[in-house]
C-alpha cells in the first residue's frame, strides 16, 4: 500500500488556520486564554441540520471575537471562507453511531462532524493546549511553529540530496539515449528517483502550508531545488511507455503510469522491478533489456520549441536516433517546423548530445 498523504481537502483546511490568518490569530488567542472550543467551518443547510440551540450572530469574524465565545460551552459556527460568524454556543448533534477513536466529548463530536459532513472542524483542548482539525477521516494536530520548522528543514536538506542524485542519473540517461546504449534499469532508475522527489518534495509543501507566512524561505528553497524536475517523469514516461506515444489515449496512458507509480509503498519503490513494471513494457522485459526512446524528453530541452511541434516530430520519426539522423531538410518537411527552427531544433540536439557525454564521462 502507497504511504498515506494528507488530503487535498485536509491541505486547504491548514491552510485556513496557517500563521498569518486571522482565524489561527483567533485560535492561538483561546489557546492563551486556557479555554477549549469546537470551531466548523461552514454554515451550509448540512450543517444546520446538526445544530441545536445556540443563537444566530451574523457577525463579521475577527480574532478578539472568537476568543470572546468560546468562553461559552457550545460550538462555534463560521462562514466557509471564515469571514463572518454564523452562530455560537451551539451544541452539535452527529449521528451517534459515526465512528470515533477519540475519548473527549469536544474531540469525538468533532471528529463525528467531520466524518459526516465535508466541512473543517477544529477543537482546541483546553487541558492539553493543542489544535486539531478534522476532515473527514482525517485528524492533524497543529504543531509548535519552531518544531514545524526544524522539521521543514530536515526535509529539504534530504530533498536536496535526492534532487542531486536525481539529476545524475537524468544526466546519465541523457547520454545514453545518445549513444543508443539505454536499458529498462536506466529507464527505471530515473523514475524511482523522480518519485522519490516527488513524495519528500510533497512532505516539504505540506509544512510550507502549515506554516503560512513563516514559510517564505522554505517555499523559495523548494522552488529552486524543483526547478526544472517537475516534467522529468511524465517526459520519460513519454518516451517509453507502450501507451505514452501521442494518440487519443496518450496523456492518460502516462496519468495512469504516473499514478501507478505513486500507488508504490516503500519498499516497492526500492526495487526496481516493481518501478520498471508500472511502464506495462510487453512481454515483462528484465532490467537490462534494451529501450529506445521516442525523442520527447530532449526535444524538450531545445530552447522555445513548442509541444505541438515536439509531438509532430516524434510521430514523424518514431525514436530519437532517427531524430537525431534527420538532416535540416527532413525537419524542415514536419509542419510547423520551417528551415529556421530545423537547424535551431538540429544545432540544439548537437549540443546536448556532446554535453550529456562530457558530463558522463568527465
Not at 11 to 23: C, D, F, K
Not at 62 to 84: F, V, Y
Amino acid at each position: 500500500m502507497a504511504p498515506s498523504r494528507r488530503s487535498p481537502a485536509l491541505l486547504a483546511a491548514l491552510s485556513a488556520v496557517a500563521p498569518g490568518t486571522p482565524l489561527r490569530d483567533g485560535l492561538d488567542r483561546i489557546l492563551k486564554a486556557q479555554k477549549g472550543a469546537l470551531i466548523v467551518v461552514g454554515d451550509g443547510p448540512e450543517v444546520l441540520n446538526i445544530c441545536s440551540g445556540g443563537f444566530l450572530l451574523d457577525a463579521a469574524f475577527s480574532p478578539q471575537r472568537l476568543s470572546e465565545l468560546a468562553k461559552m460551552d457550545g460550538a462555534i459556527i463560521l462562514a466557509p471562507d471564515a469571514s463572518r460568524i454564523a452562530r455560537a454556543n451551539v451544541h452539535l448533534v452527529p449521528h451517534p453511531n459515526v465512528p470515533t477513536s477519540e475519548t473527549g466529548t469536544r474531540h469525538r463530536t468533532a471528529e463525528r462532524v467531520a466524518r459526516s459532513i465535508d466541512v473543517p472542524v477544529i477543537s482546541v483542548s483546553e487541558d492539553m493546549s493543542v489544535i486539531a482539525v478534522y476532515r473527514g477521516a482525517e485528524k492533524h494536530p497543529l504543531e509548535d511553529i519552531p518544531r514545524l520548522q526544524g522539521r521543514a528543514n530536515q526535509a529539504l536538506a534530504t530533498l536536496e540530496r535526492y534532487t542531486q542524485r536525481l539529476r545524475e542519473v537524468s544526466v546519465a540517461l541523457s547520454a545514453l539515449e545518445v549513444e543508443d546504449l539505454v536499458t529498462l534499469r536506466d529507464v527505471a532508475s530515473v523514475l524511482q528517483r523522480a518519485e522519490m522527489v516527488r513524495r519528500i518534495a510533497d512532505e516539504v509543501q505540506g509544512y510550507v502550508i502549515e506554516l503560512g507566512t513563516d514559510a517564505r524561505l522554505i517555499r523559495l528553497q523548494l522552488d529552486e531545488l524543483l526547478g526544472g524536475l517537475e516534467d522529468d517523469s511524465r517526459l520519460v514516461v513519454r518516451d517509453y511507455a507502450p501507451d505514452g506515444a501521442d494518440s487519443d489515449d496518450g496523456e492518460q496512458g502516462v496519468d495512469r503510469t504516473l499514478e501507478a507509480l505513486a500507488e508504490l509503498d516503500t519498499e516497492e519503490l526500492l526495487d526496481l522491478r516493481d518501478v520498471a513494471a508500472t511502464l506495462g513494457l510487453p512481454g515483462n522485459p528484465g532490467l537490462d533489456e534494451s529501450l529506445q526512446p521516442r525523442g520527447y524528453r530532449l526535444l524538450a530541452k531545445v530552447p522555445r520549441l513548442p509541444d505541438v511541434v515536439i509531438t509532430r516530430i516524434v510521430a514523424r520519426f518514431g525514436t530519437l536516433q532517427k531524430v537525431m539522423r534527420a538532416t535540416v531538410d527532413d525537419l524542415d518537411d514536419v509542419a510547423g517546423v520551417g528551415a529556421t527552427r530545423a537547424r535551431v531544433i538540429k544545432d540544439g540536439l548537437a549540443r546536448l548530445a556532446e554535453n550529456s557525454i562530457l558530463d558522463r564521462y568527465s
